[in-house]
Structure formats: structure tokens, C-alpha cells
């Protein structure tokens, strides 16, 4: 049986002649004798307003009802489009997670999909209908229902795909693409053809939202390639895949930012085994994510500064749990909001001298100042002001001959 898996985003669900839209893109595929698969995410914007709507009964909104709420988005999209075919003569209807099932592990907000029981999806298929699955929603083994994480619908059509053994999935959404950096950020990002499963990992996970970083996880796992395109716009997209389909010499493929970071740093902090762990186990129970780390040496052998970076929504609860620490001891601690990450990735570095020279020459003639540095074997970030932010982005762009 052929397989297509077919993703809808919120932003290609957003509105009814959207919607309207998106069931004749599935209809096309059905008409070349495929059994469709379509995941849906809610309409965009939903999400939020839901996310909203938690926080006005209680900032600390219990997570399982939490995943019960947010996850409703994705029911309304999934009846509407299920509705549209049915009215364009066509057998289709909305499965939500516990009813296909597909089953979670891990915690309320961030479950991981384990298993997609087919039996139900299949005897449907056979007999000529379009499952619409709801997105980013699975049930775990209390039987209570969960959600796996912001842009998770992704992932969802990832994990589906790979249970049926699917021959194509496709992740439409309202660029044409995966591009060399946000094409609403920077008017000259190109479109990448072929993009491996390392490189778009990196890219997702240091702020391009385009994909979710997971979903590249589980399909660079199970060898699932994805096809990234448009829904609006009928033109070939890009293919994300295992390194060695790549056929190019490029040094960098891509350059991805984030915009809502926040730097702390403790000054004249004791230097004895065992302090960044002090000060990190407190911030790891309470789920904050700690980024970019670096240590200072410390000339005397008694005191170190230590800078690392969160995310900005988290500093007020790191504020406090730092200054709630009585395990360390230091002289002083500051805080710093706006600033920016900005990231070039490619696995051309690996082989390429003079990269990480490249990028700090190119931002030093534009006299924008590096706070943090973070390097991986194909990635290097740098943290700087939020202001320079967008000029930083331009020039890595040329500076690397990405817009060519
Ligand atoms: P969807 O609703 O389809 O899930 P998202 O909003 O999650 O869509 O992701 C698409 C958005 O990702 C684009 O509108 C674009 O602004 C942003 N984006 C960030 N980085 C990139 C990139 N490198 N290539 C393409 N899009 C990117
Ligand atoms: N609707 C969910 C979100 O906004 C999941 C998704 O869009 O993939 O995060
Ligand atoms: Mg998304």
C-alpha cells in the first residue's frame, strides 16, 4: 500500500479558506491513487490564546488539564477539514490521539510518542477513507490525555509516518521551505534543496522554528525523509535527509537566531568542586533550560565569574531561585535581558580551518560585540545585544556567500 503522510501547519490551517485549500492539496494526492495520511495542527494562533487562557485561572495550572486544554486546537481543525472533504464527496473523518491510539511516555507538556496503534487507521484506509489525525496529542497509560511539546505536530507526523512505513512525508507549511535563515527575518535567505538531518537538528534547535527539533530527532532515528513545502504555493520544496544523499561543498548551510534570551552572571563566585552543580541542580528541577555556559578561570585559584543564558520568560524565577540558594556563595550576580543568539551551522566546518575566524572578523568590522561563544562540531554561536541582532544576521549571511 502507498503511503503519503501529509502535515498541515497552524499557519496553513488558520483560517476557513485556508482550510478550504488544504483539502484540495489532500484531494490531489488521493487522486494519484495514494491512501492519505493527513496530521493537522490547530489553526494558528490558538494555541496561545489556550496557553493564555491557563495562565488567567493560575500560573501554576495543573499540567495534565493543561494538556486536555491545549490540545482541544487541534480537535477543531482536524473536524474541519475532515468536514471539507466529506462535503467534496470524499470519505474522511478526524481521529484524535486516544481514539487511534497513540500512546505517550514522559511527563504532561513534553510526552514523547512511543507507539501508533495502526489496526483502527488501516481497516480505514482500506476502505477508502482520509484519517485526519490531530496533532502535538497522544494518551499515556493512565489513559489521561497529553501533548508533546510546542510545534509538536511535527513530531506526530513523523512517528505516523514511520509506522506505516510511509513513502512520502510532507510537512506543508507557509514558507516554501527550509531556507538559509528566516525569510521573515532576512529578505535574501535562499531556499535550501537538500538539507541533512544534523544540520536542520542544529538549525530547529537554536531558534528555526520551521521545524520541530524533535521530529528531526525521530526521523533521523527511523531514516524518514521529509519533504518541506508550501501549501499556498505550488513549487518544489526542500528535502531533509541522511548526510551522505548531500551532494555539495558548502561551508555553511544555514544561520538561525533567537531573540528572547537572557544572560546571568555570578561574580567572584568560590571556586571548589562541586559549585556549578550547586548552582545548576536547583534551576534543572525547576525545569529551567540553561543554554550557553562558560566559566572563567580563576587567576587566584579561590574565586571564578559564571555566565550562562536562559531563556528571558524564565528570569524571574531564576532571580529568585539564585538568590533562595544558600549553597553558593558569591559577591555578586547580574542579570541582562535582550539579548540575541545568533548561530551558523553547517558540516562543511568540520572540514573548513578558519570558520570560527571568519565569523568573529566579519562581526568585529561591524563592530558588534560577542558576549558568549558556544561551538559545537558544526555549529558556532555567539551571543550578542539584541539590537545588533539583525545587522549580525545580514552579514554572516554574506560573509558566507549564503544569498548566492
Ligand atoms: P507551521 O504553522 O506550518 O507549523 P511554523 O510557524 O511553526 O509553521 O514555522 C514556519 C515559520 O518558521 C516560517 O514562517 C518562518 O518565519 C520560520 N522560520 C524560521 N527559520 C526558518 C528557516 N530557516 N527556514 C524557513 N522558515 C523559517
Ligand atoms: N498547536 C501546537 C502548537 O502551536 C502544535 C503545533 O502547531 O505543531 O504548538
Ligand atoms: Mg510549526
Known amino acids: ?12 490551517v488558520g483560517t476557513i479558506e485556508k482550510i478550504k485549500k488544504v483539502t484540495d492539496i489532500i484531494i490531489e494526492h488521493k487522486k494519484k491513487k495514494n491512501k492519505v495520511i493527513v496530521v493537522s495542527s490547530a489553526m494558528s494562533g490558538v494555541t496561545n490564546d489556550l496557553i493564555k487562557k491557563s495562565k488567567q485561572i493560575s500560573n501554576n495550572f495543573i499540567d495534565s488539564e493543561y494538556d486536555v486544554l491545549v490540545s482541544s486546537g487541534e480537535q477543531v481543525a482536524c473536524s474541519l477539514i475532515a468536514g471539507g472533504l466529506n462535503h467534496k464527496g470524499f470519505k474522511s ?78 510537512i506543508y507549511t507557509d514558507v516554501e521551505g527550509v531556507y538559509t535563515t528566516d525569510p521573515n527575518k532576512l529578505k535574501k535567505a535562499k531556499k535550501i534543496k537538500v538539507i541533512s538531518y544534523e544540520e536542520m537538528l542544529e538549525m530547529a534547535s537554536l531558534g ?12 533521523r532515528l527511523n531514516r524518514i525523509n521529509i519533504e518541506v513545502k508550501s501549501s499556498f504555493i505550488k513549487k518544489p520544496g526542500t528535502l531533509i535527509t541522511k548526510r551522505t544523499n548531500l551532494n555539495n561543498n558548502r561551508i555553511i548551510t544555514g544561520i538561525s537566531s533567537t531573540h528572547n534570551d537572557a544572560k546571568v552572571t555570578l561574580v567572584g563566585v568560590k571556586d571548589r568542586p562541586g559549585v556549578a552543580a550547586s548552582i545548576f541542580k536547583p534551576l534543572s528541577i525547576n525545569s529551567i533550560n540553561v543554554d550557553m555556559v562558560v566559566q572563567n578561570i580563576s587567576p587566584n585559584g579561590k574565586e571564578t565569574d559564571l555566565t550562562f543564558t536562559i531563556k528571558a520568560e524564565d528570569l524571574n524565577k531564576t532571580k529568585k531561585i539564585i538568590q533562595d540558594n544558600k549553597s553558593i556563595k558569591f559577591k555578586k550576580v547580574l ?20 570558520v570560527t575566524f571568519r565569523m568573529f572578523q566579519a562581526l568585529a568590522n561591524k563592530k558588534i560585540n560577542i558576549q558568549v561563544i558556544s561551538t559545537s562540531e558544526i555549529k558556532i554561536s555567539v551571543l550578542i545585544n539584541k539590537k ?14 549564503l544569498q548566492e
Not at 484524535?96 to 507538556?109: M, R
Not at 545588533?388 to 560573509?399: G, N, P, R, S, V
Request: aromatic share 8%; glycine share 12%.
Open 388 to 401: 545588533d541582532a539583525k545587522k549580525a544576521l545580514a552579514t554572516l549571511h554574506k560573509e558566507f556567500k
Open 93 to 170: 473523518r478526524s481521529w484524535l490521539g486516544w481514539q487511534i491510539p497513540i500512546f505517550t511516555n514522559g511527563p504532561y507538556t513534553n510526552s514523547r510518542i512511543q507507539q501508533v496503534n495502526k489496526n483502527k487507521l488501516l481497516r480505514f484506509l482500506k476502505e477508502g477513507g482520509i484519517p485526519i489525525i490531530a496533532g502535538f496529542q497522544g494518551v499515556n497509560m493512565n489513559e489521561r490525555v497529553t501533548t508533546i511539546g510546542r510545534g509538536g505536530s511535527d513530531a506526530s507526523a513523523i512517528m505516523i509516518a514511520k509506522s506505516f512505513k510511509a513513502q512520502r512525508c510532507i
Open 208 to 219: 528555526a522554528k520551521v521545524m520541530q527539533p524533535v521530529s528531526i530527532q525521530d526521523a
Open 1 to 12: 500500500m502507498k503511503i503519503v503522510v501529509l502535515k498541515f501547519g497552524g499557519t496553513s
Open 335 to 354: 542579570f541582562q535581558k535582550g539579548v540575541s543568539k545568533i548561530s551558523i551551522i553547517g558540516v562543511g566546518m568540520i572540514t573548513t580551518p578558519g
